[in-house]
């Protein structure tokens, strides 16, 4: 199967400019496409191959978790480069158990503003476990381009 690159951000829809009042005729309807990473993580590492391209929006984070992680601590926090706690907390994820995890801000105001823009720069997502093991999970960051909200 063939791949095709586009340099995003990718608007659809069919009216592009409102001129009137008229839904489905004369006001504008445009969205942003919903872009997609993942990489296969272990317990023992902690660098990804997801790179967010800058301003964007961060719409979900799922652990995909295949096998459970291990030790004292089966926790693991989502940052990235330079800031391992940019989205959660340190230890703010569980990875005690197979099956899937949603990681979320929690109600810290400084991480949900993380999601909502990642910044002025690109960033490359980092796992950060609490000690290592043999866990193995698949993360999922599902992200809008360039929305710069904040």
Same mark, same amino acid.
């Given at each position: 199967?063939?791949?095709?690159?586009?340099?995003?951000?990718i608007?659809?829809?069919?009216?592009?400019?409102?001129?009137?009042?008229?839904?489905?005729?004369?006001?504008a309807?445009?969205?942003?496409?919903?872009?997609? =990473?993942?990489?296969?993580?272990? =317990?023992?590492?902690?660098?990804?191959?997801?790179?967010?391209?800058?301003?964007? =929006?961060?719409?979900?984070?799922?652990?995909?978790?295949?096998t459970?992680?291990?030790?004292?601590?089966?926790?693991?926090?989502?940052? $990235?480069?330079?800031? %391992?706690?940019?989205?959660?907390?340190?230890?703010?994820?569980?990875?005690?158990?197979?099956?899937?995890v949603?990681?979320?801000?929690?109600?810290?105001a400084?991480?949900?503003? %993380?999601?909502?823009? $990642?910044?002025? %720069?690109?960033?490359?997502?980092?796992?950060?476990?609490?000690?290592?093991?043999p866990?193995?999970? %698949?993360?999922?960051?599902?992200?809008? =381009?360039?929305?710069?909200?904040?």
């Amino acid at each position: 199967m063939a791949n095709t690159t586009f340099s995003g951000p990718i608007r659809a829809g069919t009216i592009f400019d409102t001129t009137g009042t008229t839904l489905g005729t004369n006001v504008a309807n445009i969205g942003l496409v919903e872009m997609v =990473q993942s990489a296969n993580i272990t =317990q023992a590492s902690g660098l990804t191959t997801i790179v967010l391209p800058a301003n964007s =929006q961060i719409v979900e984070m799922t652990m995909f978790t295949t096998t459970a992680w291990t030790g004292v601590a089966t926790t693991y926090g989502v940052g $990235i480069t330079g800031n %391992a706690t940019k989205f959660t907390a340190a230890g703010g994820v569980d990875g005690a158990a197979i099956g899937v995890v949603s990681i979320t801000p929690g109600t810290d105001a400084t991480k949900t503003a %993380a999601f909502l823009d $990642i910044g002025t %720069a690109d960033v490359r997502i980092l796992i950060t476990p609490t000690n290592t093991g043999p866990g193995v999970g %698949a993360l999922v960051v599902r992200y809008v =381009q360039n929305r710069n909200l904040l």
